[in-house]
């Protein structure tokens, strides 16, 4: 895959919750997991996003260990540090103070420049109702 491939997307996001507001941050990877996501061999599917010591990590979400990696490959469900500035985070922070608000990864992609991005997402869970009318809408559509 080349560089400009690389969009893993978590599909599930858009289906159970409602998104607020989209953020795009850096990743803090090691060097077999940038190979591994190069290689696209990751999923956001169940991954969330919290505030630790005033820092944005991103828990849960998988990149799988690197084929060819030895002693020094990665955990696959590691914590993750986002890379965003310190106004953005504390925008976040009082955002998640709001009952039912959570922040989601949607999407895991590499920039022109080879970086390791994700764009997160704030947002509000969906009730049951709310997915099967969605479900109908995008049947007659």
Not at 51 to 76: C, D, K, Q
Request: hydrophobic share 40%; glycine share 6%; charged share 30%.
């Amino acid at each position: 895959m080349s560089l400009s491939n690389i969009n893993i997307k978590n599909k599930k996001a858009w289906f159970e919750y409602e998104l607020l507001d989209k953020y795009i941050a850096g990743i803090q990877l090691t060097g077999t997991e940038i190979k591994s996501l190069r290689e696209g061999k990751a999923n956001l599917t169940d991954g969330f996003c919290t505030v630790l010591h005033n820092e944005i990590w991103m828990v849960n979400a998988l990149i799988a260990e690197y084929t060819h990696g030895s002693h020094t490959n990665h955990e696959p469900k590691r914590k993750r540090k986002l890379l965003l500035n310190r106004q953005e985070i504390e925008k976040l922070k009082k955002k998640l103070k709001d009952k039912g608000i959570t922040l989601i990864p949607l999407r895991l992609f590499i920039n022109e420049k080879g970086l390791a991005k994700v764009e997160i997402a704030l947002a509000k869970g969906k009730k049951l109702f709310d997915e099967v009318y969605d479900s109908v809408e995008d049947i007659k559509n």
